[in-house]
């Protein structure tokens, strides 16, 4: 299965309002119009968060890729986690680190070490977050969320709690069911926080 690919680069703007396009993807043009409204609330300053949840194979990765791909105007930060690195620290975060070129290169050259407590590690990211919407609005994409190290998992939800009133769009990609301790963790710490939240679930 392809992951989403890491970047942090402002797409050309081709439409009017920032949406991502509406040409046909079978099966799944319900869970576009949903990814398309969210983007629309973000363009007004509707921070939202979007959980997209689904057993292996269901197409979670291909609906990111497709909603992403057509996404316009937005930075895009992503990241794809793995299994082998659920326990390497700040992993996730060293990913979108790595994907970020351009202006916002020079975030890369502070990012989080093995050193950094999540509560740091989580202002980093703030302030990322910060910085690139100052040109415009922000997604950030996270999948296979199941599979995010615990240290990122806290720093994302630190910066998350305090995310109001910006024009940011979280996507989280989940497989179901999973039962398992470690990512009740990780949800836990993603879910604790006042934006708007939705979950898409593919059958």
Known sequence: MDSVPPRATAA?????????????????SAELDHLNSCAERVLVGRAQIVWV??????GKTALLNRF?????????????????????????????????DGPLAQWTQ???????TPVAAGGWLLDL????????????????????????AQALGFALR????????VLLALRVPAADSDVAAITGHLSRNRIETTTLSLA
């Open 68 to 100: 992403v791909t057509g996404l316009t105007g937005f930075t895009v930060l992503a990241a794809h986690c793995d299994p082998t690195e659920s326990s390497l620290g700040y992993g996730l975060l060293d990913q979108l680190a790595s994907g970020i």
């Open 162 to 169: 305090r995310v109001t009133g910006d024009r940011l769009l």
């Open 53 to 58: 949840e689904g057993a292996a194979g269901m």
């Open 12 to 28: 050309a703007d081709n439409t009017a309002d920032g949406r991502s396009g509406r040409a046909a993807f079978v099966g799944r």
């Open 129 to 152: 977050l910060a910085e690139s919407s100052g040109t415009g609005p922000v997604a950030l994409v996270v999948d296979d969320t199941q599979w995010a190290d615990r240290l990122s």
């Open 110 to 116: 502070n990012r989080p070490t093995q050193h950094t």
